[in-house]
C-alpha cells in the first residue's frame, strides 16, 4: 500500500513538472514567433499599414481620453456620494 501511495504522489509530482515545462516552453516559443511578427510589421512602411498605425494611434488616444473623462466623473459621483451619506 505504501508502494502505491509513492508511486502516485511521484506521478503527480512528474505531472506536475512535465507540464510547468511544456508551459513555459510554449510560452517562450510564442513570445519568440510574437516578436518576430512585431518585427516583421514594423518593417512594413506601406501605405496601408502607416494609415492604420496613424488611425490606431489616434483611436487610442480618443480612448484613453473618454477613460480620463469616466474616470473623473466616477471620482466625481464618488465624492458626491460620500459627502451626502457624511452628512446623514
Do not use: H
Not at 510554449?26 to 498605425?53: H, P
Not at 484613453?64 to 466623473?73: P, Y
Request: net charge neutral; charged share 25%.
Amino acid at each position: 500500500m505504501e508502494q502505491v501511495v509513492k508511486d502516485g504522489l511521484n506521478f503527480i509530482l512528474g505531472a506536475v513538472t512535465t507540464v510547468k515545462t511544456e508551459t513555459e516552453s510554449a510560452i517562450s516559443k510564442l513570445n519568440s514567433e510574437f516578436q518576430t511578427l512585431a518585427a516583421k510589421g514594423a518593417k512594413d512602411q506601406s501605405e496601408t499599414s502607416v494609415n492604420l498605425r496613424k488611425y490606431l494611434q489616434e483611436g487610442i488616444s480618443q480612448l484613453e481620453a473618454l477613460a480620463g473623462k469616466v474616470n473623473s466623473t466616477v471620482a466625481e459621483a464618488k465624492e458626491k456620494v460620500a459627502s451626502v451619506t457624511t452628512k446623514a
